[in-house]
């Protein structure tokens, strides 16, 4: 039986032993153009979502203040922009993810500071 995307997403919040939360594919999430170049380390955060964006930020190498530094995109399309994060996107708000060499790094923590508003 083949997994589904879920599932995958579902394991990895239990392996870190929290809670999934879904991140709809058909609203956005911010993200930096050099993410499309497969630079790493890569780096993601999640805000609270709101009824436009998931409350994901992903980026790779150094991160900016810069206002265009985040772009948005649809979720979906980050099949094409950043395939090893996707399997990362249910894990909860205020969650972190760092992945470096290629997927053989990966460390996921909780960043409470991620929920103040």
């Not at 992903?58 to 649809?74: K, R, T, V």
């Not at 980050?78 to 996707?86: A, G, K, R, S, T």
Request: charged letters at 25%; hydrophobic letters at 35%; proline letters at 6%.
């Amino acid at each position: 039986m083949n997994k589904t995307l879920e599932d995958i997403q579902k394991e990895i919040c239990s392996k870190y032993g929290l809670e999934f939360e879904r991140a709809d594919l058909h609203l956005k999430v911010g993200v930096s153009l050099n993410v499309k170049n497969n630079s790493q380390p890569i780096h993601a955060l999640r805000h609270p979502k709101n009824e436009e964006t998931t409350g994901w930020y992903i980026w790779s190498g150094e991160y900016s203040e810069a206002d265009d530094f985040f772009q948005p995109l649809h979720t979906v399309h980050l099949e094409e922009w950043c395939p090893l994060i996707i399997p990362y996107l249910g894990l909860p708000q205020g969650s972190r993810v760092l992945i470096a060499e290629n997927g053989n790094y990966v460390d996921v923590w909780t960043d409470p500071g991620l929920l103040e508003t």
